[in-house]
């Protein structure tokens, strides 16, 4: 039996956990992971950055594939730390610019010739400048902390007073620490937003289900931005997928080829649809969350099988099989989240099977900011909490075993949002 470690503690790292877990033929850890993680799972008390803790871990278990969840792990470079050890899905630190610097990949994102938002970019040192700017421009626009912000460094300005707090904010330092001190200012687009998510292996790649998800902390698109608080899949038909391939998908992988530096692993294209053409909004250079948690139950093949072509380069040639239907997934968050997050609520859990995750019927959870308090009982830490997954052969019966899943992990102070996969558009 193959055995996978999986690094991170989130609903994402659950939710590959999980898909790992259900081909039947690997073991499988993760470290650190969290409480809500159960048995057969494996949790390692090892943070995502003890490279030591984790070569040696590998080392002793003879771990084959290591799976990397988060950005920050990858952009510090794990995969150049342990590629010599197992095969490490994730890219290595060369290409951690894609996410970890809005700047830079707005700049491949035009050399490369692939539709964007125009921009103009400022650094600490063009303070003054920046806010001159925010002054005359027209609003709304879209103002970016460049570095990693957990999700929450945009913010879609409508007026010159809180774009300029704002950026502010970010190029002093007060905001995202380093994270901010370059920011990117964006024309604002509108259109439809889907999210793509794909697996490469440096010559080929697999899309996974196209996926829509919500930003915005409340019901009808209001209050603030957030990591993410639901998602359903699949969201998009065959042809508009053949376009992204042909403007975004293939001169990404050409332009990075050309580099010398070929694409591997997981890879997130946040795109939104203006007047029938695709335009890059963003790149992950990992699974997105939430949406691994309804992508990856989507898929038919197995993790194990899925790892096998992707380790001797022959994801072209796999046929990626999915099953039938839609998945629905909803995103608890505790009272505060996203500016103030509150922790320490009880959670009352009823027995879950397959590793802490079956919830019911074709109706699963993925947890993330829990632990387990003396008792043994669930407690929120403060943050998104879990995301509840329905799924079902339309996309109202997957939305509706989502919302019952969720009536059955209450606790004091959540946050949700009532309307995901609500009157979507452009479902495939």
Same mark, same amino acid.
């Given at each position: 039996? #193959?055995?996978?470690?999986?690094?991170?503690?989130?609903?994402?790292?659950?939710?590959?956990?999980?898909?790992?877990?259900?081909?039947?033929?690997? #073991?499988?850890?993760?470290?650190?992971?969290?409480?809500?993680?159960?048995?057969?799972?494996?949790?390692?008390?090892?943070? +995502?950055?003890?490279?030591?803790?984790?070569?040696?871990?590998?080392?002793?278990?003879?771990?084959?594939?290591?799976?990397?969840?988060?950005?920050?792990?990858?952009?510090?470079?794990?995969?150049?730390?342990?590629?010599?050890?197992?095969?490490?899905?994730?890219?290595?630190?060369?290409?951690?610019?894609?996410?970890?610097?809005?700047?830079?990949?707005?700049?491949?994102?035009?050399?490369?010739?692939?539709?964007?938002?125009?921009?103009?970019?400022?650094?600490?040192?063009?303070?003054? +400048?920046?806010?001159?700017?925010?002054?005359?421009?027209?609003?709304?626009?879209?103002?970016?902390?460049?570095?990693?912000?957990?999700?929450?460094?945009?913010?879609?300005?409508?007026?010159?007073?809180?774009?300029?707090?704002?950026?502010?904010?970010?190029?002093?330092?007060?905001?995202?620490?380093?994270?901010?001190?370059?920011?990117?200012?964006?024309?604002?687009?509108?259109?439809? #937003?889907?999210?793509?998510?794909?697996?490469?292996?440096?010559?080929?790649?697999?899309?996974?289900?196209?996926?829509?998800?919500?930003?915005?902390?409340?019901?009808?698109?209001?209050?603030?931005?957030?990591?993410?608080?639901?998602?359903?899949?699949?969201?998009?038909?065959?042809?508009?997928?053949?376009?992204?391939?042909?403007?975004?998908?293939?001169?990404?992988?050409?332009?990075?080829?050309?580099?010398?530096?070929?694409?591997?692993?997981?890879?997130?294209?946040?795109?939104?649809?203006?007047?029938?053409?695709?335009?890059?909004?963003?790149?992950?250079?990992?699974?997105?969350?939430?949406?691994?948690?309804?992508?990856?139950?989507?898929?038919?093949?197995?993790?194990?099988?899925?790892?096998?072509?992707?380790?001797?380069?022959?994801?072209?040639?796999?046929?990626?099989?999915?099953?039938?239907?839609?998945?629905?997934?909803?995103?608890?968050?505790?009272?505060?989240?996203?500016?103030?997050?509150?922790?320490?609520?009880?959670?009352?859990?009823?027995?879950?099977?397959?590793?802490?995750?079956?919830?019911?019927?074709?109706?699963?959870?993925?947890?993330?900011?829990?632990?387990?308090?003396?008792?043994?009982?669930?407690?929120?830490?403060?943050?998104?909490?879990?995301?509840?997954?329905?799924?079902?052969?339309?996309?109202?019966?997957?939305?509706?075993?989502?919302?019952?899943?969720?009536?059955?992990?209450?606790?004091?102070?959540?946050?949700?949002?009532?309307?995901?996969?609500?009157?979507?558009?452009?479902?495939?």
């Amino acid at each position: 039996m #193959e055995k996978v470690l999986v690094i991170g503690r989130g609903a994402r790292e659950h939710a590959l956990a999980h898909k790992a877990l259900a081909s039947g033929r690997l #073991e499988v850890f993760v470290a650190p992971g969290n409480a809500g993680m159960q048995p057969p799972l494996q949790r390692v008390p090892l943070e +995502e950055k003890d490279i030591a803790g984790l070569r040696q871990f590998i080392r002793k278990e003879k771990i084959h594939y290591v799976l990397v969840g988060p950005e920050l792990p990858i952009a510090r470079g794990i995969y150049d730390d342990l590629h010599d050890l197992a095969p490490v899905l994730a890219p290595p630190q060369k290409l951690s610019f894609l996410e970890a610097s809005k700047a830079k990949a707005k700049h491949f994102l035009q050399t490369a010739g692939i539709p964007t938002a125009e921009a103009v970019i400022f650094d600490y040192t063009r303070q003054v +400048e920046a806010e001159r700017y925010l002054q005359a421009a027209s609003y709304p626009l879209v103002i970016k902390a460049s570095g990693l912000a957990a999700g929450k460094g945009v913010l879609i300005a409508t007026n010159a007073e809180e774009a300029i707090a704002f950026a502010r904010g970010c190029l002093t330092g007060s905001l995202f620490q380093g994270a901010g001190q370059t920011i990117v200012v964006e024309r604002f687009l509108v259109g439809e #937003e889907r999210s793509v998510l794909l697996l490469s292996d440096g010559k080929g790649y697999v899309i996974l289900p196209v996926a829509r998800d919500y930003k915005r902390l409340l019901s009808g698109d209001q209050g603030p931005n957030t990591g993410g608080m639901g998602v359903y899949a699949p969201a998009a038909d065959t042809q508009w997928l053949d376009i992204v391939k042909e403007t975004v998908l293939e001169p990404t992988f050409a332009a990075l080829r050309r580099a010398g530096t070929p694409y591997v692993g997981f890879l997130y294209v946040g795109l939104i649809w203006v007047e029938g053409e695709p335009y890059v909004l963003e790149y992950n250079i990992r699974l997105g969350d939430p949406e691994a948690q309804v992508v990856l139950p989507l898929v038919a093949n197995s993790l194990e099988e899925l790892l096998y072509y992707w380790r001797i380069q022959k994801l072209s040639e796999l046929k990626l099989r999915l099953k039938p239907g839609y998945a629905v997934g909803v995103v608890a968050a505790t009272a505060g989240y996203p500016d103030a997050p509150k922790g320490g609520a009880l959670i009352e859990v009823p027995p879950l099977a397959e590793g802490g995750t079956l919830l019911g019927e074709q109706t699963y959870v993925y947890w993330a900011g829990v632990e387990a308090d003396e008792g043994g009982k669930l407690r929120t830490t403060g943050g998104r909490t879990y995301t509840v997954v329905g799924l079902g052969d339309t996309l109202e019966a997957a939305r509706q075993r989502a919302y019952a899943g969720l009536e059955k992990l209450p606790f004091e102070g959540r946050q949700y949002r009532e309307d995901i996969a609500l009157n979507p558009q452009n479902v495939a």
